[in-house]
T-cell receptor, first 113, second 113 residues
């Protein structure tokens, strides 16, 4: 299955600033997914990112708040903008893998102070 | 997307077999059933996937009755390291044609000594 490197693993950010999370995959994949996991909760899909097109956002998530880039088939970034304490969560990227379903990165733990 | 229902939590003791059942009454013909395991501070990890009857790998077994409206993940002889949250998901198998999975709350398994 694919191997995902996600950076940073954790960060503490000030209100009003932004954090960009990087996701690097060791193989080419068409679709990449970004999830949010709030403390003690399950995962919620933020958006789906296809290379060469605009990301598709789920209800409740907007591009201005969560801009996504997908410059090639192995890389994507998620930016969480204008941070507030409510954005404190774990953010995970995921890719679809023919052999084993979906593979997830180890996540980025964001704390907003 | 088929909705899943599973127990919120379960307790077990080391060496016991653990069975976690998931209900998915509106599963579609093309849907697969996939189970993921998540440890704290890590992304979900694929455990097993099946379509019907029984699937077994080195980690677990997955039992799916003929009507496919439920499935049971079986973990043989659990150890303390199996303490985690287990998610049952129903959706596409994976791959570039894949749609996203919808994560339910999962089952928090606690293995006691």
């Amino acid at each position: 299955s694919a191997v995902i490197s996600q950076k940073p693993s954790r960060d503490i950010c000030q209100r009003g600033t932004s954090l960009t999370i990087q996701c690097q995959v060791d193989s080419q994949v068409t679709m990449m997914f970004w999830y949010r996991q709030q403390p003690g909760q399950s995962l919620t899909l933020i958006a789906t990112a296809n290379q060469g097109s605009e990301a598709t956002y789920e209800s409740g998530f907007v591009i201005d708040k969560f801009p996504i880039s997908r410059p090639n088939l192995t890389f994507s970034t998620l930016t969480v903008s204008n941070l507030s304490p409510e954005d404190s969560s774990i953010y995970l990227c995921s890719v679809s893998d023919r052999a084993d379903g979906y593979t997830f990165g180890s996540g980025t733990r964001l704390t907003v102070v | 997307l088929a909705k899943t229902t599973q127990p919120i939590s379960m307790d077990s003791y080391e060496g016991q077999e653990v069975n976690i059942t998931c209900s998915h009454n509106n599963i579609a013909t093309n849907d697969y059933i996939t189970w993921y395991q998540q440890f704290p501070s890590q992304g979900p990890r694929f455990i097993i996937q099946g379509y019907k009857t029984k699937v077994t790998n080195e980690v677990a077994s997955l039992f799916i009755p003929a009507d496919r409206k439920s499935s049971t993940l079986s973990l043989p002889r659990v150890s303390l390291s199996d303490t985690a949250v287990y998610y049952c998901l129903v959706g596409d198998k994976g791959g570039d044609y894949g749609q996203n999975f919808v994560f339910g709350p999962g089952t928090r398994l606690s293995v006691l000594p």
